[in-house]
């Protein structure tokens, strides 16, 4: 049976930013309240297209729907919910919230990708686009990738035209490391080894591509790594902290025996520090890596590190 669309009333809703009144396709962004949503959402209104972001809380919808947005209230982990919020869309750019301070933060993701499979199949969306992660290919040893993988293969079994952005290292990982560095003069980085040139990307560049990606058409299971244009270690990272603050920066690898006390009392539960720590592991290892394989695609954003590091470094 289809799901009858019911959303929040808008009179502005079918408005386009220009205030014209728009016939475009109408694409659904959720995670609108974080960096690639919001970066994504943002790329689609600018381009003249009809816009429904899905937000867990109504107040969260209302800078949305002030530009023009449609706004739809939804429990990730309700099908009926999301099935409502993907009703007449054209397409949906899926961000599948993670819960870190779970200690089920896995079978929740599992519990939350199911849902949105479901949701989607009901509501027959033509595509999707969904945030997924370099590494998840790798059915273990990846730590909070496995919650990427679960997106996938439960995307996958829908039969529905479906793009997974397998992302490299959020740029703004860096964000409370650079901060630390501002005051101690020194980089703290779970990344290793030091002169280890990582791939890396901003999250503006992961939302632009998302919409544009979005509002393309394919068949099947499209896979599609992203990273910024050139790849940093944590080294380059401390030499430009040093020629932006005029102090000498030294990069400093955390030993792996405090990983786990270095991200303590940050909201984490005990299963999220043992995901981190299999992660992190992962990555340095090279376990966790792009590699070169049939059939996938490769996108590289515009937004260098330095730019990204300097809002940090004042944020």
């Known amino acids: 049976m289809d799901c009858i669309a019911f959303l929040k009333p808008n009179p502005s809703r079918f408005l386009t930013r220009r205030g014209m009144m728009s016939t475009t396709e109408l694409y659904v962004v959720t995670g609108a309240t974080g960096r690639t949503g919001s970066a994504a959402a943002k790329t689609l209104l600018d381009a003249g297209k009809r816009l429904r972001v899905v937000v867990r809380d109504e107040p969260k919808g209302e800078v949305w729907a002030a530009l023009g947005a449609e706004v739809a209230v939804a429990d990730f982990s309700d099908s009926s919910d999301l099935c409502k919020a993907f009703s007449g869309a054209d397409g949906a750019y899926i961000v599948s919230p993670q819960q870190y301070s779970s200690e089920d933060l896995f079978s929740q993701a599992e519990l939350m990708a199911h849902s949105i499979a479901e949701a989607a199949k009901v509501a027959k969306l033509p595509k999707l686009v969904a945030l997924s992660s370099i590494g998840a290919e790798q059915p273990e040893g990846t730590g909070w990738i496995a919650m990427n993988r679960m997106l996938e293969e439960s995307l996958s079994d829908t039969g529905l035209p479906v793009t997974f952005l397998r992302a490299a290292y959020f740029m703004e990982n860096w964000g409370s490391l650079v901060k630390m560095a501002v005051h101690q003069y020194q980089l703290p980085s779970f990344l290793s080894p030091l002169n280890q040139k990582f791939p890396m990307i901003a999250t503006a560049d992961i939302g632009r591509i998302a ?80 590699h070169d394989r049939l059939n996938v695609e490769r996108r590289t954003g515009t937004v260098k590190l330095d730019a990204v590091i300097d809002a940090l470094a004042v944020g």
Not at 213 to 219: D, G, H, K, T
Not at 272 to 287: K, L
């Open 211 to 290: 919409a544009e990606a979005l509002c393309e058409n394919w068949e099947g299971v499209r896979i599609i790594d992203l990273e910024g244009p050139v790849r940093y270690s944590p080294k380059d990272i401390a030499e430009h902290l040093s020629l932006k603050l005029g102090e000498a920066i030294q990069p400093a690898s955390i030993p792996e025996s405090d990983w786990a006390q270095s991200i303590a009392g940050q909201g984490f539960s005990s299963a999220a520090i043992s995901g981190f720590i299999e992660m992190t592991q992962g990555i340095n290892s090279g376990h966790i890596a792009f």
